[in-house]
């Protein structure tokens, strides 16, 4: 296989702040809707008081990234460690923190890739104004985004604003759609998506205005839809899945409207949402330097017609629903399914970054791509975990053979630098180069072991591929 990778390409990889930190309420940071969540499920699963202790073990684990080979680390900060009731008082405990880590990796030679928003609003918003129902949420999110800028933006080139908005939006709980009554949620839903993609704007903006040299772009959950025929319904089908998945979301923030598509579905289902007159040009200017993808899978779709069972605007889970009268959801004879369910594709990574750089031509970066399993710590202290590097294997070759199609891809960032808690299955499903040796109910000393998989990424590195 010829290596494509740029002498310069960005080797590197993620985490989030909810989900690595720890010191859920120490030094002043606030309460957020993921520590909301993980507390309401800590009976059957880890939550968010430790987790990986990031927190208290930075150092050590920057000197890992470091010995990793990492050129980049993709991390987010927390908006209630900064602003702890979301749009008061800024926490200078919470500064120092990042300063302190960004600094650290910069002193390590590892370039710092912040992402401001990653599933962690915080709780007092909900409180106060029911979250991104309200546009109050959408200026308080600029604030923040200003104070971030302000305080690292003299160190920090590259920044992402919120973490898959499009997944986001349709998890009720990440969205605190807790009590909505049913017959009003999905126009809740949609004032809230739109909110998202006006803060995004105005964080965008005030990024290109404040740090003329700086990068900021979207991270969007990416789907790539196989029709289950070749019947033209099936391929409509499929497209449309894509559309309303994934699409919608890119076309509003590159182009600053929703597309004809989903205008319409809003319009039909009448739950478009309110919009001020100024927002128009706000979002138009917004314009975003890199596209960052996070991808693990691919699916099915058949045609779904509209009838009596399936009205249009049907939706039957958070995540993967029979969606708009248009689709429904098959598995992949022809692919392989993880533990949990995910089936494993990478050439649906070749065609997901073709894809979006025909349509948009902005450089990206894979800003998550991993295998989450339940790996085992063996008797003398060492975790095989050569699933894992088959799974990367497979994919890096395809961000490998994307580059030679001619998609400008500047990094690889996989999930996740080390063990972290997962928002659904806590420490029992492990992504992380790094083990982490606790469990869900036990953090026991929190050592960390190298994998198999750490010895083989640093080996990537160093050779700039796989060959």
């Known amino acids: 296989m010829k290596n494509n990778f740029a002498k310069d390409f960005w080797w590197g990889a993620s985490s989030s702040a909810f989900q690595i930190e720890g010191a859920w309420n120490e030094d002043g940071k606030g309460k957020t809707v993921a520590d909301h969540n993980a ?218 409207e929703y597309p004809g598509y989903y205008k319409g579905y809003l319009e039909k289902c009448n739950i478009y949402p309110e919009t001020k007159p100024e927002d128009a040009e706000i979002l138009k200017v917004a314009k975003p330097d890199f596209i960052a993808v996070n991808y693990y899978r691919t699916l099915v779709a058949s045609y779904l017609p509209v009838d009596e069972a399936h009205p249009f605007g049907t939706k039957v889970n958070d995540i993967d629903f029979d969606l708009y009268g248009y689709f429904k959801h098959e598995k992949n004879p022809n692919l392989v399914a993880t533990d949990y369910g995910i089936q494993v594709d990478p050439m649906g990574l070749r065609l997901v970054l073709n894809d979006y750089y025909e349509k948009y031509r902005l450089p990206m970066i894979i800003t998550e791509n991993g295998l989450g399993t339940g790996d085992q710590l063996t008797e003398d202290g060492k975790v095989h975990d050569d699933y894992r590097i088959e799974y990367l294997e497979g994919h890096i070759a395809a961000c490998n053979e994307a580059i030679a199609d001619g998609v400008e891809l500047f990094g690889y960032c996989p999930w996740s630098v080390m063990d972290l808690l997962s928002s659904r299955q806590g420490f029992m499903k492990r992504y992380g180069f790094i083990y982490v040796d606790r469990d869900d109910f036990d953090v026991k000393e929190l050592r960390r072991i190298k994998k198999d998989s750490f010895f083989w990424y640093q080996d990537v590195i160093k050779k700039n591929g796989l060959n």
């Open 39 to 256: 507390f309401q499920k800590a009976d059957v699963q880890a939550d968010t008081q430790v987790a990986s202790d990031f927190y208290h073990n930075y150092k050590e684990d920057i000197l890992l990234m470091k010995e990793l080979g990492l050129k980049t680390y993709r991390f987010s900060i927390s908006w209630a460690r900064i602003i702890p009731d979301g749009d008061g008082v800024v926490n200078q405990k919470g500064i120092d923190f990042y300063n302190d880590v960004i600094d650290f990796l910069l002193e390590n030679d590892i370039i710092p890739f912040v992402t401001l928003y990653h599933f962690d609003l915080p709780f007092a918003l909900v409180e106060k104004y029911n979250g991104w129902e309200s546009r109050e949420s959408v200026f308080a999110f600029e604030r923040y985004a200003k104070t971030c800028f302000e305080a690292f933006g003299d160190r920090v080139i590259y920044w992402q604003v919120h973490n898959e908005q499009n997944l986001m939006i349709r998890v009720d709980i990440r969205m605190n759609l807790y009590d909505t009554p049913s017959d009003q949620i999905e126009k809740v839903r949609a004032q809230m998506d739109y909110h998202m993609f006006l803060a995004h704007a105005l964080a965008t903006n005030a990024c290109h205005e404040m740090l003329p040299n700086a990068k900021i772009g979207p991270a969007v959950s990416s789907t790539m839809t196989y029709p289950s025929s070749n019947r033209p319904e099936d391929v409509w089908a499929a497209r449309m899945n894509d559309n309303f998945k994934t699409n919608y979301a890119l076309e509003m923030h590159c182009f600053g």
